[in-house]
């Protein structure tokens, strides 16, 4: 899992731009700045959702890889990997199959392992490069 081939970034919403409304994706989609309303990946391909430093999501996120830099309003769904980079702020229940939470990040809500095959969760703990 972790040196599948990404799906390429083909949708991006910029830094100052503001989304009112359900958004729905293929393949991969990076958000610089703002969206109110769910974020939904969709179709049966890989995904990828990047929610960059400055970016804010209120509403559903719900992908296969989702990689989160700044702010979650609501719950966080991932089906595949879920990265928690140092600067994530979350308030929501948030489920994943593999998670990777780096020192930093904060979650305001109940971490759930969601796994269709019934085996032990996958945690991975970033390490601190303050050492």
């Given at each position: 899992?972790?040196?599948?081939?990404?799906?390429?970034i083909r949708s991006l919403?910029?830094e100052?731009?503001?989304?009112?409304?359900e958004?729905r994706?293929?393949?991969g989609?990076r958000?610089?700045?703002?969206?109110?309303?769910?974020?939904?990946?969709?179709?049966?391909?890989?995904?990828?959702?990047?929610?960059?430093?400055?970016?804010r999501?209120h509403?559903?996120?719900i992908?296969?890889?989702?990689?989160?830099?700044?702010?979650?309003?609501?719950?966080?769904?991932?089906?595949?990997?879920?990265?928690?980079?140092?600067?994530?702020r979350?308030?929501?229940?948030?489920?994943?199959?593999?998670?990777?939470?780096?020192?930093?990040?904060?979650?305001?809500?109940?971490?759930?392992?969601?796994?269709s095959q019934?085996e032990?969760?996958?945690?991975?703990?970033?390490a601190?490069?303050d050492a």
């Amino acid at each position: 899992m972790w040196f599948k081939k990404q799906p390429p970034i083909r949708s991006l919403i910029g830094e100052g731009t503001a989304v009112h409304g359900e958004l729905r994706f293929g393949e991969g989609l990076r958000i610089d700045g703002e969206v109110h309303g769910d974020v939904i990946a969709a179709g049966d391909r890989p995904t990828l959702l990047v929610i960059s430093e400055n970016a804010r999501v209120h509403g559903k996120v719900i992908a296969g890889h989702v990689i989160i830099n700044g702010e979650v309003v609501g719950p966080v769904h991932s089906t595949e990997l879920l990265e928690i980079q140092p600067k994530a702020r979350i308030s929501g229940e948030v489920r994943y199959e593999t998670l990777e939470m780096h020192q930093g990040a904060t979650i305001d809500g109940e971490l759930r392992h969601h796994s269709s095959q019934g085996e032990k969760p996958a945690l991975v703990l970033a390490a601190s490069n303050d050492a």
